[in-house]
């Protein structure tokens, strides 16, 4: 196994603009996260998935945002109509959670998302 | 809601020296603590994962200890090299998700 994988690793787009950014987890993770992180900043939550469903969202998480964990593998997450302030990294991570809580997560590299 | 907390947020020291650096965090409800190192532009390294009934875990040249009751995490890095410049972050989780500090930025001089 490889590790958490994000695709792409960087992303320009024009304001306005629908964007996609894929994750595909440690395969024997069942938790997969989605965070923010914005220059000097520590990541700030967006989204979890527990397998396929989707347990909870952030208020950051605007009616511009979704996710989806289709089959409990690789996640999406597409921005609509992005906006300057949406330019940020876009981080993936993922864990083993098993009843008590969860193992310790890993994280991708990232997708670096420019607006312009 | 957590608030984690970390000081200093810069740290410049030459090579070979020991450090400290200091994770706070409001909930002491806490599950786990986890150590990452960030290098400019990329993700996130896991260091250390501290179980909340442990009160520290040690890889290498770094140690990490946990004192819940007080809502703090500190991480000791031991003979500090110049590969270890970096931005240190602590997360503090619940069952759900982690709560990140914004981080400490190492530099070590050669």
């Known amino acids: 196994d490889t590790g958490v994988s994000q695709d792409p690793r960087h992303k320009i787009t024009k304001r306005g603009q629908n964007v996609t950014f894929r994750c595909d987890p440690i395969s024997e993770h069942n938790r997969l996260y989605w965070y923010r992180q914005t220059l000097g900043q520590g990541p700030e939550f967006l989204t979890y998935?527990?397998?396929?469903?989707?347990?909870?969202k952030s208020r950051l998480l605007s009616d511009r945002f979704s996710a989806e964990r289709p089959k409990g593998s690789f996640s999406t997450l597409e921005i609509q109509r992005t906006e300057q302030g949406d330019s940020a990294m876009y981080l993936c991570?993922?864990?083993?959670?098993?009843?008590?809580?969860?193992?310790?997560?890993?994280f991708g590299q990232g997708t670096r998302l420019t607006v312009v | 809601k957590q608030e984690v907390t970390q000081i200093p947020a810069a740290l410049s020291v030459p090579e070979g020296e020991n450090l400290v650096l200091n994770c706070s965090f409001t909930d002491s409800a806490i599950y786990n603590l986890q150590w990452f190192r960030q290098d400019p532009g990329k993700g996130l390294t896991s260091l250390l994962l501290i179980q909340s009934s442990q009160r520290e875990q040690t890889s290498g040249r770094l140690n990490a200890s946990l004192d819940k009751s007080s809502g703090r995490s500190t991480l000791y890095i031991a003979a500090s090299q110049p590969g270890d410049s970096a931005t240190y972050l602590c997360?503090?989780?619940?069952?759900?998700?982690?709560?990140f500090g914004s981080g400490t930025k190492l530099n070590v001089k050669p």
């Open positions: 997360a503090a989780s619940n069952f759900n998700k982690f709560y």
């Open positions: 991570a993922s864990s083993y959670y098993a009843g008590q809580g969860f193992t310790e997560a890993f």
């Open positions: 998935f527990q397998n396929e469903a989707q347990l909870e």
